[in-house]
Every structure is written in structure tokens, then in C-alpha cells.
């Protein structure tokens, strides 16, 4: 059966890893028309349960589809979100909302912010709310606080202040949320 804890998981994206040769993948310019996608892991615990999954995130404009994976890369869930909605698909039921916080809050006894993970998974802050923004010595966002979240950076990809986020965890409300993203596609 499909726990939907891991769906969790799944919402929650993001670290980073590259190969020598590589070049070092950097923050769009205009990251609310930059489309991105992300391969990584997401681990989760919430009132005493953990989770974990692998995680494919595809970003383009105002649509984002989130596939949580089992460890054979098996779609465990799908998360797609449009201007019409939210569709969350699992163990073979469909489940649909205005906005992911609701249909997480209904669906996961909690709420996921989505509107704001397109924004943090590349370290910046979501826009029309307020942000505290730490920095390291090198310019790189730190720890990120908003909406009532705890976003701490502990990973990159380079030194550049620019540069995108390998690891972070995000924390509000007894929930935690550690993401790994494997592979950036900016």
C-alpha cells in the first residue's frame, strides 16, 4: 500500500551532484520563466514517521510534475500543477485541488507550499512574501526563512554566490524535509 508519507518525499526536491568535465550549473537569471528539472532523493519525517523516495521534478512556466520513485525507479506518485489546479495521482486514485498546500493538508494531514519549493530548491526566496535571507562569506544563502519555513543550505554545487543548491533541509511545524538532487537540467 501507498503511504503517503512518501508522497512527501516526493514534493520535497532537491541536491545536487557533479561530474569532473562538468560545467557548473548556475541560477537562472529570470527564475520565474527559466524552466529547470531535477533528478535527486527527498527524506522526510513527520510525527514520527520517516520516509524517503527518489524524486524526478520538472519545472516549465506555471506547470510542475513531480514523480516520487521506489528504489527500482517505479513511479510511486505523480504531482502535476497548472493554472487549473493540482493532481496528485497514488495507488491508483486521483486527488484534486486548487492549490498543493490544501490538497496536501487533505490528502498528507499537512500542508507542502509547492508555490514556494519552485523557488527554494534554487535557493531564492518565493516572491510577494517576506524573506530572511543569512549568507555564508562567499554570498550563498544559508538559511532561507519564509512563510514559516526553515530552509538551511548545506550543499553546492560551486562557490559561487550563484551557483545551485546540492543540499538542504527544510523544516516548519514538526516537519522535516531533507532533499538531495543528483542532477540539475536548467
Known amino acids: ?34 524552466p529547470f528539472a531535477f533528478n535527486g532523493r527527498v527524506a522526510t519525517r513527520h510525527n514520527g514517521e520517516r520516509s524517503s523516495a527518489g524524486v524526478r521534478w520538472t519545472h516549465r512556466g506555471a506547470e510542475d510534475e513531480i514523480l516520487l520513485l521506489a528504489p527500482l525507479g517505479q513511479t510511486v ?36 507550499p509547492l508555490s514556494g519549493l519552485r523557488y527554494w530548491v534554487l535557493a531564492l526566496p518565493a516572491a510577494g512574501t517576506d524573506a530572511v535571507i543569512e549568507r555564508a562569506e562567499n554570498g550563498q544563502v544559508k538559511v532561507l526563512r519564509q512563510d514559516g519555513w526553515e530552509i538551511n543550505y548545506t550543499r553546492y554545487a560551486a562557490g559561487t554566490p550563484d551557483s545551485l543548491p546540492l543540499r538542504m533541509t527544510l523544516q516548519r511545524d514538526g516537519m522535516e524535509m531533507q532533499l538531495l538532487i543528483d542532477e540539475w537540467e536548467i
Request: net charge negative; with cysteine.
Open 1 to 34: 500500500m501507498f503511504r503517503l508519507s512518501s508522497l512527501l518525499l516526493l514534493l520535497a526536491l532537491g541536491a545536487c551532484a557533479t561530474t569532473p568535465g562538468t560545467p557548473v550549473l548556475q541560477r537562472p537569471a529570470q527564475p520565474e520563466l527559466a
Open 77 to 112: 506518485a505523480r504531482i502535476y500543477s497548472d493554472a487549473q489546479g493540482v493532481l496528485l495521482e497514488a495507488s491508483g486514485k486521483k486527488y484534486f485541488e486548487q492549490d498543493a498546500e490544501t490538497l496536501t493538508e487533505r490528502v498528507l494531514g499537512w500542508h507542502l
